[in-house]
């Protein structure tokens, strides 16, 4: 900004001087103040100019993870069904895992691809295939190759999948350590059951396919 004031405009205007960093910034910045006097007498006969600099530092701040994803879904009971995908970003997260929990009420989630993804860690539980519930662990790009075209089955025996709706609930906990703690995301599907046809019944090889390895 230039603006023109008399000195005790100038210095009221900078009492409450106000930084705003832009966002997902970090590291040094400066402010750079120049004062030009604008005046044409005194010693030197022409006006004086000075500069002075203000260094600031941006502490680093952790951003949480970013689920984007469909609120509702349609499945057919007793059939496979592909769920909309979801997709997790995370503007800080780099090369570190993302611990993701899945849960389903009801039904069971095969993921889509198994590479990258790991089950072993110490809340690690299911296997990524016909899961109620499942945790595991995953750089972005696998995380989000796993949760593309997830399949979803509700078996009315097996399942006891009686109810008209059922919740999938993801949760996703950046492991970056950066800035402030590790934070937590989380997104509700909630998916709408239908009854099949008796073609889609007829025309149902009862196979069950698995995730990509």
């Known amino acids: 900004m230039d603006f023109l004031g008399e000195l005790n405009a100038v210095n009221l205007a ?14 040094a910045d400066a402010i750079t103040i120049k004062v030009n ?9 022409y ?3 000075v500069t002075n600099t203000i260094d600031v530092w941006i ?12 609120a509702t879904a349609l499945a057919t009971r007793n059939l496979q069904n592909t769920l909309p995908a979801l997709v997790v ?35 690690g539980a299911g296997t990524g295939v016909l899961d109620r519930m ?4 995953g750089d972005l790009r696998a995380v989000n190759d796993a949760l593309r075209g997830m399949q979803y089955e509700c078996r009315s025996a097996a399942d006891g999948c009686v ?31 239908r009854e099949p046809t008796v073609d889609e019944i007829q025309g149902y090889g009862g196979g069950s396919s698995g995730p990509a390895l």
């Open 89 to 123: 970003t995370d503007i800080d997260v780099g090369e570190a895992p993302l611990e993701i929990t899945l849960r389903a009420r009801y039904g069971r989630i095969t993921l889509n691809s198994l590479r990258g993804i790991s089950f072993g860690g110490r809340r």
């Open 163 to 193: 109810s008209k709706t059922d919740k999938v609930t993801l949760q996703v906990r950046d492991l970056d350590s950066g800035g402030d703690n590790d934070l937590t995301s989380k997104h509700t599907l909630v998916i709408n059951i």
């Open 14 to 27: 900078f009492e409450s001087l106000v930084y705003t960093t832009m966002a997902d910034e970090n590291g």
């Open 37 to 45: 006097d604008t005046g044409q007498t005194g010693a030197y006969g």
């Open 47 to 49: 006006a004086q100019v």
């Open 59 to 70: 502490q680093e701040r952790n951003d949480a993870p970013v689920i984007t994803a469909l």
């Open 134 to 137: 499942m945790v595991f662990y």
